[in-house]
Each structure stands twice: as structure tokens, then as C-alpha cells.
């Protein structure tokens, strides 16, 4: 009589403990060891504009005058082209009064040279005590001014090099071609006329700083697509992070991943330096996407991944990551590294870990020993069309 329900309770024990172990809110996510570079970026758009950045500063000595500006904003000007130039008239003033200085300094010094082995002599025929010191305190003096005078006239000497070389380059030139940026006439601006170099485009975008782990980095491969046609694309470099210069503040709260309240994340100007900028103008906007790029053989992780604690008692470091078991417990895998990648944050795996293991994120909150995890497979990611 009892057989039926006792079966029919138990089928749906067993119901219930699948769907228990289908609920993945108490697992700790892990990823495929050799997919971990790209997990983070495949997908990830970030909106960029054609800029021109490379701007040439033009210097002047504002201690001189100005005879005359050739140019004006938005001038378009050849290498070699004139700017400004110097006021001849009292650059040729100074260089006359320098010399006379010079001439004269150089008069002194001939007196005071002559004058020493006078003194030199009158003291070696002196035997009283009192003429004696006298003569000595004036040889020393006299020997202290030549000192003086020479060093003077040295420094006379460059200063009127300096102006010479300023007279024979009267005319202030344009080092590259381009486009008159700015003319500055304050003197604490940095640069006296601006000259934008012409051709000289780059990409700029902005991007999260918690896009940067396993995304855009320093020298990553990344592909421009045009908005208006998707089919449409351009090849580069990521050459610039201005990591000193936040934009602004996201306003979001981060830590390990998951939302917090102590740590604001901030925005940073990303440059791009495309392989050729042929049917793209400038202002331009477009999407550029990480292109995944072989690491070369061997097996490589971001340095996030990778968990190193020194025990003070033994003396010695432990290196591990938090690996699945093939019971499905995570784990800690101990691990050997080989080189670093800076420019990509990650280390190559010598020995302890293989491609197709999973591991996890130390920073996971419910990451331990023993706890459950949930393969998230992550697929292949080659920034291919």
C-alpha cells in the first residue's frame, strides 16, 4: 500500500535536487585558463573620433622683440616657412654694447696682469713688517680680481655667441608642415605659435578604467568601425592611455567585480594610431573593438588571476590560482610563472595549470576552498568577421 508514494516522493527528491544543483547563485563562476585575455574585451565597443594631436610647439625669447609675425591662425604653412622674426635693429644695439663691455673687461685684465709682477717685485725688496702686509693684502686682492675678470669675460664671451647666432637667425622657421593652431602672446603659455602637423591623425576615445583589465592596454591590436557602414573598418595600435589625466568620474562603485561603496571608477583618454587613415576625415566618429592577439605558445593569464601570499613563519611565498576540481569544488592550484607581459598584465604558466582548466576569480566574494563552481563557458574570441 505504501510502495506507490514512497516512490513518487522519492522521484521527486530527485526533481528538486537537480534544480538545486541547476541554481548557480551560490557557485563561483570560473573560465576557461587560455580564454581569460579575451573573456573581459570580446564584444566590448568603445565610441572614438578622428583627432589630430601631434601639435609642434614654436618657442621664442620673449627677452627680445618682435620685428613682424608672417602668420595667422589657420594659416597652412610649408616646413621652412617663415614665422616671426626679431627685432635686427636692437639685437645689432646690444651686440655693440656687449662688445665694448668685452673690450673694455678685456683692458682691465691686461692692466691687472701687468700690474701684479710690479707689486711681486716692490714686495721682494721690502723688509718692513708693515709695507711687507700691506703688499701682500694688495697682490692677494689684485690676484682675486684677475679671477673675477677672467670669468667675466668668458661669460661676456657666450653671451655675445648667443647673440651672433640670434643675428644669423634673425627669421624664426616652421619646422613641419601644417596648420597654424595658435599664436600666444602671454608668456607663461608653454609655446609662442602652435603648428598642428598636417596628416598627423589619431583616433581618441574614452574608456572605464575597469574596461582596462583584459581590454585596451598599451599597444593592444584593436579595429575602427565605420558608423555608417559596419563592413567598413580600419586596423591599429593603441599608442597612448593618458592615465594621468582622468576625464571624469563614473560615479560607479566597484570592487573585485561587484558593486561596492569605497571606490569610485574613473574615465581615461584612449589614442589610437590607425595602419591608414585613407576615407577617414577629420572629426569622424567611429566604434573601435579589441582584435585578440596571439601571446605566443605557452599558456598565459591576466596577473589578477594569480594569488601569491608569503607565509611569515616558513619564510617562503605560495603561488596559486583558484582552480576546478574534477568534482566541481574549487580549489587552490598551486602554479610556476614564467616571463610577464606588461603591456598585456599577465604571466605565462610554466607548470601547474593547463589550457582547458577552469579557474576563477580570487576576488569573487564567495571564493574558497570547497565551493561549488559553474563552468561559464567562454567562447573563442578572434576579433574576425
Known amino acids: ?96 654694447k656687449q662688445l665694448l663691455e668685452l673690450e673694455k673687461m678685456k683692458n682691465d685684465q691686461k692692466g691687472y696682469s701687468e700690474q701684479l709682477p710690479k707689486l711681486e717685485q716692490q714686495l721682494a725688496r721690502t723688509y718692513n713688517e708693515v709695507d711687507k702686509s700691506r703688499l701682500n693684502l694688495e697682490i692677494n686682492t689684485l690676484k682675486t680680481t684677475i679671477l673675477e675678470n677672467e670669468y667675466q669675460i668668458k661669460a661676456k664671451e657666450k653671451s655675445i655667441a648667443d647673440i651672433e647666432e640670434m643675428l644669423s637667425n634673425v627669421d624664426v622657421l616652421s619646422p613641419v608642415d601644417g596648420t597654424i593652431r595658435s599664436i600666444n602672446e602671454d608668456q607663461s603659455s608653454q609655446y609662442y605659435i602652435s603648428v598642428q602637423r598636417d596628416g598627423a591623425y589619431k583616433l581618441k576615445g574614452t574608456l572605464n578604467e575597469m574596461s582596462m583589465y583584459g581590454g585596451l592596454t598599451m599597444g593592444a591590436r ?102 576546478a576540481s574534477k568534482s566541481g569544488k574549487l580549489t587552490k592550484c598551486p602554479v610556476t610563472l614564467g616571463m610577464y607581459d606588461g603591456m598585456k598584465g599577465a604571466y605565462e604558466i610554466v607548470e601547474g595549470l593547463a589550457a582547458e582548466d577552469f579557474v576563477a576569480d580570487p576576488m569573487h566574494p564567495l571564493c574558497a576552498e570547497g565551493a561549488n563552481v559553474s563552468q561559464r563557458l567562454v567562447s573563442d574570441f578572434s576579433g574576425e568577421e
Not at 605557452?298 to 589578477?304: F, N, Q
Open 1 to 96: 500500500m505504501l510502495k506507490k508514494p514512497i516512490t513518487f516522493i522519492l522521484a521527486l527528491l530527485m526533481v528538486l535536487s537537480f534544480a538545486a544543483c541547476g541554481d548557480d547563485s551560490s557557485a563561483v563562476p570560473v573560465q576557461r585558463a587560455d580564454q581569460l585575455l579575451y573573456a573581459a574585451s570580446a564584444g566590448e565597443r568603445y565610441a572614438a573620433m578622428v583627432v589630430s594631436e601631434d601639435v609642434t610647439g614654436v618657442t621664442r625669447d620673449y627677452t627680445k622683440a618682435i620685428a613682424e609675425v608672417y602668420v595667422e591662425v589657420g594659416d597652412s604653412i610649408m616646413a621652412g616657412d617663415k614665422l616671426f622674426s626679431y627685432d635686427l635693429e636692437a639685437l645689432e644695439l646690444e651686440h655693440e
Open 222 to 323: 584593436v579595429r575602427a568601425y565605420s558608423r555608417m557602414d559596419k563592413n567598413v573598418w580600419w586596423d591599429g595600435t593603441v599608442v597612448n592611455i593618458a592615465m594621468d589625466e582622468p576625464e571624469q568620474d563614473q560615479g560607479d562603485y566597484w570592487y573585485g567585480g561587484a558593486m561596492d561603496t569605497m571606490t569610485t571608477t574613473s574615465n581615461y583618454a584612449f589614442f589610437v594610431e590607425l595602419d591608414s587613415f585613407d576615407g577617414l576625415l577629420l572629426g569622424q566618429h567611429v566604434y573601435v573593438e579589441l582584435l585578440a592577439e596571439d601571446m605566443g605558445e605557452g599558456l598565459w593569464i591576466p596577473e589578477s588571476f594569480i594569488v601569491m601570499e608569503f607565509d611569515e613563519n616558513s619564510g617562503e611565498e605560495s603561488v596559486y590560482v583558484w582552480a
